[in-house]
Every structure is written in structure tokens, then in C-alpha cells.
């Protein structure tokens, strides 16, 4: 049974940083794509990040130059660092992981996602 747990969530002022964290556990790590998601009130669930099994990355434009999306594979956890934070990140965050090991290209849409989080609140505060 595959397992995602989000961690690292919590309240930040404008400017300031905070760090996601995702464990994975129920496949094989290391071939699978991780992706992270959010939703803010009244609002779908969007891309953030994501990071292919081969270490590509992808990054929404309001996030580009701010977050980082890293994995490390012998502890089966992605991380998202968050610089820079604006009132607008402010939401839900869900960790995901790809329905298909080593698949080519990079996802954004959720559909090919099969396995997520609860998800962590992320408050910025202006």
C-alpha cells in the first residue's frame, strides 16, 4: 500500500521561507515521479513542482526563482523549499506521486498523479 505523508507546513510572514517535506513509502522511490500541488480556497488544485525520477524539474511560473523541488532517494522524501513566500502561496499543499514508474516527460496535470497526501496548510501573512 502506498503511503504519502506532507510535513513542514505552518505560518510565515511575506518574504520569508519555509521548508515542505514528503515521505513515500509503499514503491520504489527512486522511479517515480513527485510532484507538489496546491489549493487555495475557492480555487482548483494546481501544479507547483515536480521532480522526474531522472532528477528534471518543472516549476510553475509564479513559483520560478523562489521554490525548489529536491528529492533524496535514500530516505524516499522530496522536499520543497519555499522562498521569498507571498501572501499568494498561501494554501493547501499536497505531495503526490506519479501513477506509472519511470515514465518519460513531465506531468503537471494532477490526473496522472494516483497517490497523494493530506496535505499541509501553508499561511503567509503580509
Known amino acids: 500500500q502506498v503511503q504519502v505523508v506532507e510535513s513542514g507546513g505552518g505560518l510565515a510572514q511575506a518574504g520569508g521561507s519555509l521548508r515542505l517535506s514528503c515521505a513515500a513509502s509503499?514503491?520504489?522511490?527512486?522511479?517515480?515521479?513527485m510532484g507538489w500541488f496546491r489549493q487555495a480556497p475557492g480555487k482548483e488544485r494546481e501544479f507547483v513542482a515536480i521532480?522526474?525520477?531522472?532528477?528534471?524539474?518543472l516549476y510553475t511560473d509564479s513559483v520560478k526563482g523562489r521554490f525548489t523541488i529536491s528529492r533524496d532517494n535514500a530516505k524516499n522524501t522530496v522536499y520543497l523549499q519555499m522562498n521569498s513566500l507571498k501572501p499568494e502561496d498561501t494554501a493547501v499543499y499536497y505531495c503526490?506521486?506519479?501513477?506509472?514508474?519511470?515514465?518519460?516527460?513531465?506531468?503537471?496535470?494532477?490526473?496522472?498523479?494516483?497517490?497523494w497526501g493530506q496535505g499541509t496548510q501553508v499561511t503567509v501573512s503580509s
Open positions: 509503499g514503491l520504489t522511490f527512486s522511479t517515480y515521479a
Open positions: 521532480i522526474s525520477w531522472s532528477d528534471s524539474t
Open positions: 503526490a506521486a506519479d501513477g506509472r514508474p519511470r515514465r518519460v516527460g513531465l506531468k503537471t496535470t494532477r490526473w496522472f498523479y494516483d497517490y
